[in-house]
Every structure is written in C-alpha cells, then in structure tokens.
C-alpha cells in the first residue's frame, strides 16, 4: 500500500459528460501528480500541484482540470468526454516540490468512456 | 519524437537468467526514475538516479549522463517479476515516459 488513495476505482461514462477523479495524497506530502495512461500514448503527465498551487503542466487538455485543495486532496476533473479518454489515471504524491524525490502511485482510476 | 527510448519492448526469460532493460532518452535530465507496473496497474518507483549505479537487492539501475542512457539489470530473475517496467526522465517541470518493456519470467 502506497498511501495514495484514488477513487473511484473504476467509472464508466457517457461521452459527453463530465466526471471528478479524486487522489488523497501521503500524509505529509504537499506534491500531487496526475498521469494519464492510455493503450496508444502509455503513460503521459498531465499536472502537478504543490501545496495547493499549480507548478507544472504537461500534456492536459483544456477540457481537463485539476485543483489541490487545502487538505491537501487533489481533484482532476474531465468534462465533455470523448471515446479517446478513456484511460487509466493515476495520481502520485512526494514531499517535497520536483521530481528529484521517490513518488508513490496510487493504484489508479480506469475510467471508460462510451 | 520520442524523448525516451526503451529496449526491448518485450522480453520472456527463464527463472534465474541475468535480465536487462534499456533505456535511452534525448533531452538533458535532472533525475531517471524506473517504474514497475504489475498485471493489475499499480506503478511502484524502483529507482531514482541522477548519476552513477543504484541496487536494491536484486535489481541494479545505473545512468550514464553523457551517454544520456540508463540500464536496468535483474539478476536471478524470478516470476514475480513478471510486469511492464517503465522508465520515465524528468526534464525541467516536465515528465516523459517510455513505453515500457513487458517482462515475462518463465518458471
């Protein structure tokens, strides 16, 4: 067990509709990623959040979004969904802001779109 | 363009045999990471390097900077570590990943 806590496990939705993917970080960590895994792109960065604050984005589309609340959960939310996100989606948490420090993933959210 | 290389994509082995997976990437790097992957989706970080060689146990990671390439060895392999690992390079505040090496030890 990592610490990390994603709900749900599992979703499935409709296209079109919009859903909110939740990561509890490690007690302790400020630093919360989130990384989409798909069969055709594998594993892509999406954002990173530090205590609260948005410090990196990557590859996230504009119908995404993500905060990082004051206890410290992270939220990504995914609107107007399309077949193509269909995905894995994991968060990470480390202590400290960078990527220099060992991460630990939660088991992830697979979210299907039909 | 792919920053990050991996080698092989896939892999079967025989319990026991000296196992190696490579990767190389383009981009100037602050830190490599690589990842393991079980059957059932959970990543786990092996390793975190910047330069030289790490072990944990049965598994060795090494880095070569101006080669701008990382191995992963495992020695005495064991089905267990039957699972996708992943390199990933941290460039500046972005993050790229191969995709994977699928490693399947036979008993």
């Known amino acids: 067990d990592s610490g990390v806590t994603q709900t749900p496990k599992h979703l499935i939705t409709a296209t079109g509709q919009r859903v909110t993917l939740r990561c509890s970080p490690r007690?302790?960590?400020?630093?919360v990623y989130w990384y989409q895994q798909s069969l055709d792109q594998g594993l892509q960065f999406l954002i990173h959040?530090?205590?609260?604050?948005?410090?990196a984005k990557g590859n996230i589309l504009e119908r995404f979004s993500a905060q990082q609340f004051p206890d410290l959960h992270s939220e990504l939310n995914l609107s107007s969904l399309e077949l193509g996100d269909s995905a894995l989606y994991f968060c990470a948490s480390s202590v400290v802001w960078g990527w220099d420090t060992e991460a630990f993933f939660g088991q992830g959210t697979r979210l299907t779109v039909v | 363009k792919n920053e990050v290389e991996q080698s092989p994509q896939n892999l079967t082995a025989q319990e026991e045999e000296f196992i190696t997976i490579n990767c190389s990437y383009s981009v100037g790097i602050s830190a490599l990471h690589w990842l393991q992957q079980h059957p059932g989706g959970g990543i786990v970080s092996l390793f975190m390097?910047?330069?030289g060689k790490k072990k944990h146990g049965r598994l060795i990671a090494t880095i070569n900077i101006q080669e701008k390439h990382s191995s992963l060895h495992i020695t005495a392999s064991h089905p267990r570590d039957s699972a996708v690992y992943i390199c990933a390079v941290i460039t500046g505040n972005q993050f790229y990943f191969g995709t994977g090496t699928s490693l399947t030890v036979i008993p």
């Open positions: 959040y530090y205590n609260g604050e948005e410090r």
């Open positions: 007690s302790g960590d400020l630093s």
């Open positions: 390097l910047s330069s």
